[in-house]
């Protein structure tokens, strides 16, 4: 269905960060086609559209990007909290993680799908067991993605989750939405031959690697105590990793050498603010990667360690936590904020063609209902939706042109039937 949103605000993220008032978005297919002022409008004849009219209280940005996710460990939500991170794998993780059926793992996927598509995320980027049940949710859903298999090089089971995660990315080859990369957990987690596995099949498929770098003091500590004093980042570089686009999770006590690193070879750094406080992590030096030009994306980790899939609350927290941790309240202002949860993750992530509303892009937008007290007064509605919105006021969501979620109502998930199998299989299973 080509949709035509007429009298909206509209943030556009393009190059000049335009923010109109009065506008009109129009999109036909899967593609933008038109972003202006309203009134200059002229729809073409002979096509049909849903015209959706914003009377000047609803405002159309792009779909939201969350850089890093493990959907189907949505499942241990509330059952492992408040704890470091390494008791919080050992013990309650990674045994939670070993009682997955293939019926957990859907359904904890379609639950998170559901939750992103609530709060306006229409590209993630996912590294879990099982990649071929991800996509097949993710099918149904209808987001963007960029899926990967873990990869735990210590788990008997490492060269079925390589195999599946083969398979996987020669039935997705040419999909329109779904990439299929590889995942390699952490070097702390990895033998040299899985780690090496993973990074020839990357490169076999021209995919990109998912890895946890440097999340914790005591990971990046102990990895240069067991390879001469290499961190994480160098130890990855002298095996060969950065031959592909390398994804980057957390980042928190990369060092300078490293940032040298991720920006040579133009890899990425996905950034979880809401995570890495909520397991004590630390504060990765954003600032500092922006002031280098570094690649960022904003993601929230899984809803295990953090506790839901809501970007909102990480823009929120990329523009405030920095400002706190460094005394500088310029450290990351609004639009940075926004820019990393949309475009510059998109870009980030390697989805070129998503991230911002201009014409020839993909159809991956939301509306935003601004009627709410928190909206008002409106004096720049950029500021508003970081430091005032909230994922709760998103009113629709469009992906690839179709619509996802529309005023209460998800047009392709049974968000009734997921929530209460949810329940019964965490009770039956996990509990
Ligand atoms: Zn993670």
């Known amino acids: 269905m080509n949709l ?68 189907p460990l949505g499942m241990l939500r509330g059952s492992a909290d408040d704890l470091p991170l390494q008791r919080w794998l050992d013990e309650l993780i990674f045994p939670g993680e070993a009682k997955h059926t293939p019926e957990t793992l859907m359904t904890g996927a379609l639950l998170a799908l559901a939750e992103l598509t609530r709060y306006g995320v229409t590209c993630f980027n996912d590294m879990y067991m099982s990649v071929r049940t991800n996509a097949r949710a993710v099918e149904q859903s209808g987001q963007r993605a960029l899926l990967t298999n873990v990869q735990i090089g210590v788990d008997p089971h490492h060269y079925d989750y390589l195999r599946e995660n083969i398979e996987t990315a020669e039935e997705y080859a040419g999909h329109p939405r779904i990439r299929i990369g590889f995942g390699p957990h952490a070097e702390y987690t990895e033998a040299h031959h899985s780690l090496n596995d993973s990074l020839e099949a990357a490169l076999r498929f021209h995919a990109p690697l998912h890895i946890h770098v440097s999340e914790t003091r005591k990971e990046h500590e102990e990895c240069k105590a067991r390879h001469n004093g290499m961190t994480p980042t160098q130890y990855l570089e002298s095996i060969g990793y950065f031959q592909t686009k390398v994804l980057m999770a957390h980042c928190v006590w990369i060092e300078e050498c490293d940032m040298d690193i991720i920006q040579k070879y133009d890899a990425t750094v996905l950034h979880n603010p809401c995570s890495n406080m909520k397991l004590a992590s630390g504060f990765a030096p954003l600032p500092r990667m922006l002031e280098r030009g570094l690649n960022v994306a904003l993601a929230t980790d899984s809803s295990s360690s953090n506790n839901n899939l809501d970007l909102w609350e990480e823009m929120r927290a990329a523009a405030l936590i920095h400002k706190a941790n460094t005394l500088d309240a310029t450290a990351v202002n609004a639009r940075q904020a926004l820019t990393l949860a949309t475009r510059g993750g998109a870009e980030a992530l390697g989805f070129t063609d998503t991230g911002c509303l201009v014409p020839g892009k993909k159809a991956d937008l939301v509306m935003v209902d601004i009627t709410g007290p928190s909206w008002h007064p409106m004096t720049d509605i950029v500021h508003h939706v970081v430091y005032a919105g909230s994922a709760h006021d998103v009113v629709m969501t469009v992906a690839d042109g179709e619509v996802l979620y529309d005023h209460g109502v998800y047009t392709r998930l049974d968000v009734e039937k997921i929530t209460a199998e949810a329940d019964r299989l965490y009770r039956d299973v996990f509990a």
């Not at 335009?18 to 202006?36: F, K, M, P, S």
């Not at 409008?41 to 914003?54: A, S």
Request: aromatic content about 8%; proline content about 4%.
């Open 4 to 71: 035509a949103f007429r009298n909206v605000w509209a943030i556009t993220v393009n190059d000049g960060f335009d923010v109109l008032r009065h506008a009109a978005v129009v999109t036909e297919g899967d593609r933008i086609t038109y972003v202006g002022p309203d009134e200059d409008l002229v729809l073409p004849e002979g096509k049909e559209f849903r015209v959706i009219d914003g009377k000047d209280r609803n405002l159309v940005m792009p779909g939201l990007v969350n850089g890093h996710t493990h959907l």
